[in-house]
């Protein structure tokens, strides 16, 4: 193999290399917002439950 083949080889490596990278970070990023999404929607539902006057908090009964 020739320097020229070696060096556009490397290049190459490291172009999927990068690519992966930004695939990962892409897909972590979306993780993410998701479950933020889904924290702010569970807060959102807690604050909607009815408190009841003189009850330091309030319940919430969640069942799966």
């Keep these: ?4 083949d070696s060096i556009a080889q490397m290049a ?3 172009s999927a290399a990068r690519f992966s990278q ?5 897909m972590m ?9 889904l ?3 569970l807060i959102d539902m807690m604050d ?3 408190k009841f006057a003189g009850d330091n908090g309030f319940l919430l009964d969640v069942r799966a």
């Design 1 to 4: 193999m020739n320097l020229v």
């Design 22 to 26: 930004d695939l990962q970070m892409t």
């Design 12 to 14: 190459m490596n490291m």
């Design 48 to 50: 909607s439950v009815p």
């Design 29 to 37: 990023k979306k993780s993410m917002e998701s479950s933020a999404d």
């Design 39 to 41: 924290a702010s929607n």
